[in-house]
């Protein structure tokens, strides 16, 4: 018994142990650290796959009009991310301000910077519902929309954009949770959104339960019904009485100038760092739309798991910007470079989980959203070449979240203008118009994105893992 414990323990230091420098006052062991960073890792993980899993049904019920259909809505995500890029990064920093502050202890500080974010990003709300209906359809044409896809979309884009505010509201707030820790909450209420939006959908898009049938109009209705649900359940945790982050109406309000700098100091490298990935993943949808719709429909289908290395690899992430930024908020500079080597061990094992599912569900997996011979041929070969950045992914979402955590966006920013905004276009481009032109047996129109973004997670995870092992994001100051 005792060699095999023995045994265990040699096991588990292999896989898990690495060594640390101990700050002082840290007295977490390395299986408490562990511990700390799968309770908040495991609800927005499991809040990621399930959101995933949503999107992937809503995509399946989208694509019973067809393969235009699934185009349509497809082409909003950018300009829809676009829009969306100014408030996700205020709460980029709202989540790293509060995360410092909890770790100082401050709590009154903490609450004051999530009141703040949320007047701020009411404002950028309302510019975005106004900029939304109003541009919809040169933003579309913007991301490569065709004759066959224009219509259905500036429908759907017009539709979302009335939910802008209230989907504004629930970053903020799941934002200042997630810097507390509090992924739980989050959970919930994403979860709760997107349960009505899949309900909703197949109600409205197919006609059932005696609803209309309204296609992709329907859709529509359904994401801005959704949206606006999970903000009702995000407002009504906030307002709860008992709460770290317990908002009381009524009550004194004032901005500051420091919460405000840190808060500017961190969304506007945010900002930079979601501009460059958005031109590069629009130029990148475009370059795929320009091919034919079958190809972009076939993208569409691969990237439903390919976020799953995302989505999961962000549970991870968000607990690392948590742990790092309450770590530095409490100047323990060791237990933060030490929460990055815990993700990273997470990560690895995550990886294998979702190569192996990607690489034994290739050819079953694009039967759900499409009936279509040559789309499933195509996803099937797709799925192979995305094992090869499955690993360089993970690391790079969790790496990129620790350094978030830190304040250090600025370089998370040059990275996406070198490799999402410059590398990946490029190489996309290379792949799926001279190569395949070149070598039209080996399906490179639709694979050839795939190796793009192979190249990309390859990239990003070199230059990521280089700023980390320099160690110098442990010394900014928010």
Request: hydrophobic residues 50%; glycine residues 10%; contains cysteine.
């Amino acid at each position: 018994m005792d060699s095999m414990t023995g045994f265990k323990n040699k096991l588990m230091q292999l896989l898990f142990g690495f060594k640390r420098e101990l700050d002082e006052n840290d007295t977490d062991s390395m299986g408490t650290m562990y511990k700390k960073v799968l309770t908040i890792a495991w609800p927005a993980a499991l809040e990621g796959l399930l959101m995933t899993l949503m999107n992937s049904f809503d995509t399946m019920m989208v694509g019973t009009l067809g393969s235009a259909a699934i185009a349509s809505v497809g082409l909003c995500a950018q300009p829809r991310m676009i829009m969306l890029l100014v408030a996700q990064s205020l709460c980029t920093g709202t989540t790293a301000v509060v995360a410092r502050r909890k770790g100082a202890g401050n709590h009154e500080a903490a609450l004051s910077c999530m009141k703040q974010s949320l007047v701020v990003i009411t404002g950028i709300g309302v510019l975005m519902t106004i900029f939304g209906y109003l541009l919809a359809e040169p933003l579309l044409r913007l991301a490569g929309a065709a004759d066959d896809t224009i219509e259905n979309g500036v429908i759907y884009f017009r539709i979302i954009s009335m939910a802008f505010i209230p989907n504004c509201w629930t970053l903020c707030i799941c934002a200042a949770m997630r810097g507390i820790g509090k992924t739980r909450i989050t959970m919930v209420v994403n979860m709760t959104a997107n349960i009505v939006n899949v309900f909703l959908n197949y109600c409205l898009i197919g006609g059932h339960f005696g609803f209309p049938a309204w296609g992709v109009r329907g859709a529509a209705i359904a994401t801005a019904v959704g949206t606006c649900t999970g903000s009702v359940v995000a407002i009504i945790v906030v307002m709860k009485k008992g709460g770290y982050l317990s908002l009381r109406p009524f009550t004194r309000f004032k901005f500051d100038k420091y919460t405000l700098k840190s808060l500017v100091t961190v969304g506007s490298g945010t900002i930079a760092e979601s501009v460059f990935m958005r031109i590069g993943f629009l130029l990148n949808g475009k370059l795929i739309a320009g091919i034919s719709t079958a190809a972009y429909a076939t993208t569409q289908i691969v990237q439903q798991v390919s976020a799953l290395t995302f989505t999961l690899g962000d549970g991870v992430s968000s607990a690392c910007t948590s742990l790092v930024g309450q770590s530095l908020g409490a100047n323990m500079k060791n237990k933060a470079k030490s929460y990055v080597k815990v993700g990273q061990r997470i990560s690895i094992f995550m990886s294998i989980g979702i190569m192996l599912f990607a690489f034994f569900g290739r050819n079953w997996l694009p039967t759900l959203f499409t009936d279509e011979p040559d789309i499933i041929h195509a996803a099937s070969i797709c799925f192979i070449v995305l094992l090869i950045g499955i690993y360089p992914q993970n690391q790079r979402v969790m790496v990129a979240g620790c350094l978030r955590g830190a304040g250090d966006v600025r370089y998370v920013a040059l990275v996406s203008l070198v490799s999402v905004a410059i590398l990946r276009p490029l190489t996309t481009w290379f792949f799926c118009y001279p190569m395949a032109s070149w070598f039209p047996a080996l399906m490179l129109g639709y694979i050839g994105s795939w190796i793009s973004f192979d190249v990309d997670a390859l990239v990003r995870a070199a230059m990521l893992r280089h700023r980390i092992n320099k160690g110098e994001w442990v010394n900014i100051r928010l």
